[in-house]
């Protein structure tokens, strides 16, 4: 179903307010050399729920700073709260995922780059999960 203006708008305002809490708080644990970015916020229907991708560079920092921020999500949902208490009546409650298009992008063109062509031989990449 197609998003709403209102779940758009909605949408924007959170990505931008989650992304600096986020950068706010991995400057204040003096945590370097991760770059945590909001790529994507979907609301639903009934402005209760907002699902936040993240993409998180390296990649292989992703689980533990997944598990970091579900550590201190009422925090974070706090802080968001504040800063849109003149936009939103009420805070939706906020669920957080991994973006992994970029990495999947990646594995595709370096398998086409490569010896092995997921083209001639799809069983070469892994399957996506759909969320």
């Not at 779940?7 to 924007?12: E, L, S």
């Not at 990495?103 to 799809?122: L, M, V």
Request: net charge positive; glycine share 4%; no cysteine.
């Amino acid at each position: 179903m197609e998003e709403t203006n209102r779940q758009k708008k909605i949408a924007g305002v959170l990505q931008r307010d989650i992304a600096d809490v986020i950068q706010l708080a991995l400057r204040e644990a003096g945590v370097s050399g991760i770059l945590v970015s909001v790529t994507k916020v979907r609301v639903t229907t009934d402005l209760s729920v907002s699902k936040v991708y993240l993409s998180v560079f390296p990649h292989k920092e992703a689980g533990n700073i997944l598990k970091e921020i579900n550590a201190v999500k009422s925090q974070i949902k706090h802080q968001v709260a504040q800063r849109t208490k003149n936009q939103l009546r009420k805070m939706p409650d906020v669920e957080y995922f991994i973006d992994d298009s970029l990495e999947f992008i990646e594995t595709i063109e370096k398998s086409i780059k490569g010896d092995e062509n997921p083209i001639q031989n799809p069983d070469l990449l892994e399957k996506r999960k759909k969320k």
